[in-house]
């Protein structure tokens, strides 16, 4: 079936640090690629996304490109705040299905 | 324009007894997801529903759970007969047809 797999968190960055959070997929079809982020207290939000191969998705200077060949996704930032402390989903969806299959969830802590 | 609302935004109830969780969506978009946030389970899609078509309900764990849509528009997601384990953040979002997924900020259940 599909599936997401996200590196295990937490990740602790100081500020102003370059920031990758791994994701792989397996799908059975032709996925979109997302990426959620949950801020404490608050719900899922969308950051980015990639519909094809190639595809860079970009938000609030974090990116993500869709690779095809080593079925990745992952997020980076070049230099990450203390606000950007949150859960962050990398997630797919497969046309034709509907529902987003998720990651585990990445918890990121950037102190000053 | 406004976000996707649920209500309430925390419930507390008895082993056993019947719950009723809310969720308006985006006005205009005819897609309504239902997902469920658990410490064990991580995400996980329950229902999906589109326009007028029959739900897609293979996600729901067990015949406790149902889920309505009234109008296309407002859904109702039923649990009949709480257990402990369903104790976890119940997350709506809603779509144009083919389109992103925008979350609500989700219920919090937790069963005594």
């Known amino acids: 079936g599909d599936s997401v797999t996200q590196m295990e968190g937490p990740v602790t960055l100081s500020e102003e640090a370059f920031l990758t959070i791994n994701c792989t997929y397996t799908?059975?079809?032709?996925?979109?690629l997302f990426w959620y982020v949950q801020y404490p207290g608050e719900g899922l939000q969308l950051l980015l996304k990639?519909?094809?191969?190639?595809d860079k998705g970009s938000n609030k200077g974090f990116e993500a490109t869709y690779r095809k060949e080593t079925t990745s996704f992952h997020l980076e930032k070049g230099s990450v705040q203390v606000s950007d402390s949150a859960v962050y989903f990398c997630a797919l969806i497969v046309i034709g299905f509907q529902k987003l299959v998720f990651g585990t969830g990445t918890r990121l802590l950037v102190s000053p | 324009g406004a976000g996707v609302s649920q209500s309430p935004s925390n419930k507390v109830t008895e082993k056993g007894k019947d719950v009723e969780l809310r969720c308006d969506p985006i006005?205009?978009?005819?897609?309504l997801y239902w997902y469920r946030q658990s410490l064990g389970q991580g995400l996980e899609f329950l229902i999906y529903?589109?326009?007028?078509?029959?739900?897609?309900k293979s996600g729901l764990p067990s015949d406790r759970f149902s889920a309505e849509r009234t109008g296309g528009s407002v859904s109702t997601l039923t649990i009949q007969r709480t257990q402990q384990e369903d104790s976890a953040v119940y997350l709506c979002?809603?779509?144009?047809?083919?389109?992103?997924?925008?979350f609500g900020p989700g219920t919090r259940l937790l069963v005594l």
């Open positions: 529903f589109q326009g007028n078509s029959a739900p897609d």
């Open positions: 979002a809603s779509s144009a047809q083919g389109e992103t997924q925008y």
């Open positions: 006005s205009g978009h005819t897609a």
């Open positions: 990639a519909t094809k191969a190639d």
């Open positions: 799908a059975t079809g032709y996925p979109s």
